[in-house]
């Protein structure tokens, strides 16, 4: 038996475990797909498989709900994972700008996760920050009246902390 950890294996005894905690209920899979999401980060295609099996519905079903919330990702996020609002409060107030900025240095899409695994983009709605729009989040950390100039120095900090982690 695989000890594969990341959801990918052909056998996941901890996806089994989720799965336990649920009747064989279509009405469950958004619940099924929180807590999976919850745990590996992301919804793997055998994850997408072996709960399509569980609740008997199909996989196109399974994947429709997924990229339907963007809340469930069908890739692990990056070890950083930028979130820019694009709520109407941050929308008007230049979020769009914040978030071409970092695809434009990250050099990836929303959605999408670097080569190195180091970050990833997200666009959200509203995260109950309005008053410091526009927003966007580093993990959990909030970083508001942003600037593209603020979102480029962040991301500066970041590679370089990572390089002189990398380099001792
Ligand atoms: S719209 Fe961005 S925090 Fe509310």
Do not use: H
């Not at 914040?98 to 990836?108: H, N």
């Not at 080569?115 to 966007?136: H, K, M, N, Q």
């Amino acid at each position: 038996m695989s000890e594969c950890k990341c959801g990918n294996s052909k056998e996941n005894p901890e996806l089994k475990e989720i799965l336990k905690n649920y009747e064989k209920d279509k009405s469950n899979l958004i619940q099924i797909l929180n807590q999976v999401q919850e745990k590996y980060g992301y919804i793997s295609t055998q994850a997408q498989k072996e709960i399509s099996e569980y609740l008997d519905i199909s996989m196109a079903e399974v994947y429709g709900v997924i990229t339907f919330y963007s809340r469930f990702t069908l890739k692990p996020k990056g070890k950083y994972n930028i979130a820019v609002c694009l709520g109407t409060a941050c929308f008007v107030k230049g979020s769009e700008k914040v978030l071409d900025k970092v695809k434009e240095i990250l050099k990836i899409d929303v959605g999408q996760t670097t080569e190195d695994g180091l970050f990833s983009i997200e666009a959200t709605r509203c995260v109950g920050a309005c008053g410091l729009a526009p927003v966007f989040t580093v993990n959990d950390e909030v970083y508001g009246k942003a600037t593209p100039e603020m979102v480029e120095s962040i991301i500066k900090r970041i590679k370089e902390e990572e390089n002189s982690v990398a380099q001792k």
